[in-house]
């Protein structure tokens, strides 16, 4: 029956009353306009879906008001948008696809220059990865753009299509790691888990926009099976753009604090490194060192034979689940080399649920910002702590809403 006017709320009423009436299944089509009675949502749905916080300023034609959306720099999705758009127009043979998030993802802004080798294959995760395998299958070059959250439900396509059969499906994980606002549902916190199973997959974390630059060309080059970047909702730091950043070589990591007997070593996945700096800077009295991973998967071993055969306590830092997360890779890998994993110690994402909060909040939750950095540190440097992370519930109250 319809379509009806959504927003004509007595003839609404009357269908839906006239709706409960029916003896067998019936569907109403009731069409809506996305924002309605709000000029500024109903010009610009995409920015206004899910938009940030923002000012309203008087004075001005619209209702009254002009919005002014609040900007915290420049985004991962956006330096992805433009690193994706330069690929592209450097080598043909690269393509791409999203499922239902062209803007979120900054998929939007290659579609725009390359509409015939970017598609939006609507919400269906599992189809874009089958589509994108079988483009691999044929000599093209397939990134898919996801947030990490949305990926399992791609999860049998990246076994069965992808690994199984040794293409190179080339996953990029928006929305890694903790998320804010979204909660518990958006939270990337399994991706590392998931793909960290599959043979022969490569899984990494871009640091900076100059590493996600690096990482996509190594995705670009590399032709032996899956690939995964992952990266948080979050505004680029520029911490260390200061010095070169090196090509990615696979499963090797990169020095950015590197002395020559320091009391401690942090091995951060992704963008944690910049958490562990600030909390290095807490910790003057004391030597530390500081590793960005680049890799989950393979891990770089010889870095840990080098910390570890020197006796070189190591502390992994990362925005995923303890459980199965690049800290767990360290532990297997440690294990599978004979090295001695009593050394280790790992902070993670603990084993309960964060919910809504701004993400520094949910970082003090899991012991992940500087200061709770600077503690764990501190207590492995002088002993008094065994190789764990964060156990118990937060604090702050995190209850679903």
Not at 282 to 289: R, S
Request: glycine residues 8%.
């Amino acid at each position: 029956v319809g379509p009806i006017d959504g927003h004509d709320f007595p003839t609404l009423l009357e269908f839906l009353n006239e709706a409960k009436h029916f003896d067998r299944p019936m569907v109403l089509h009731v069409k809506t306009v996305k924002g309605k009675g709000f000029g500024f949502a109903e010009k610009d749905s995409c920015t206004f879906h899910s938009p940030s916080p923002f000012s309203m300023l008087d004075d001005m034609e619209n209702e009254g008001c002009r919005v002014e959306l609040k900007k915290s720099g420049r985004s991962f999705t956006a330096a992805f948008g433009e690193a994706m758009t330069d690929l592209m127009a450097r080598d043909p043979k690269v393509v791409a696809c999203t499922a239902a998030m062209p803007d979120g993802t900054g998929i939007s802004k290659v579609q725009a220059k390359f509409p015939d080798r970017v598609w939006d294959t609507g919400i269906c995760e599992s189809h874009a990865a089958d589509m994108m395998c079988g483009l691999a299958k044929t000599g093209w070059k397939p990134f898919m753009a996801v947030y990490s959250t949305f990926l399992q439900r791609a999860f049998d396509q990246c076994f069965q299509e992808a690994a199984l059969q040794g293409l190179p499906l080339r996953l990029c994980l928006d929305r890694a790691g903790l998320v804010g606002g979204d909660g518990a549902v958006h939270h990337g916190f399994c991706d590392i888990a998931m793909l960290s199973v599959l043979p022969n997959a490569v899984i990494m974390a871009a640091l900076d926009e100059p590493s996600m630059k690096a990482a996509l060309e190594f995705m670009a080059s590399h032709e032996a099976g899956l690939t995964s970047l992952r990266y948080p909702r979050e505004a680029v730091i520029d911490r260390f753009t200061n010095t070169a950043c090196p090509p990615f070589e696979l499963g090797k990591s990169r020095a950015l604090i590197r002395h020559a007997r320091p009391d401690v070593a942090i091995v951060a996945f992704g963008t944690m490194a910049h958490e562990s700096a600030e909390a290095i800077a807490l910790l003057g009295e004391y030597t530390v060192d500081l590793y960005d991973a680049r890799f989950a998967k393979p891990i770089d071993v010889a870095l840990l034979k080098d910390l570890l055969g020197r006796g070189i306590p190591v502390v992994t830092i990362e925005d995923h689940s303890i459980r199965g997360g690049f800290g767990a890779c360290v532990l297997e890998a440690c294990n599978d080399h004979g090295l001695d994993t009593r050394l280790v110690t790992r902070l993670a994402i603990p084993d309960f649920w964060i919910h809504h909060g701004e993400r520094k909040e949910q970082l003090v939750d899991c012991g992940l910002d500087p200061a709770a950095i600077a503690r764990t540190v501190r207590s492995v440097i002088e002993g008094r702590s065994t190789p764990t992370t964060a156990t118990s519930a937060p604090t702050r109250s995190t209850s679903a809403v």
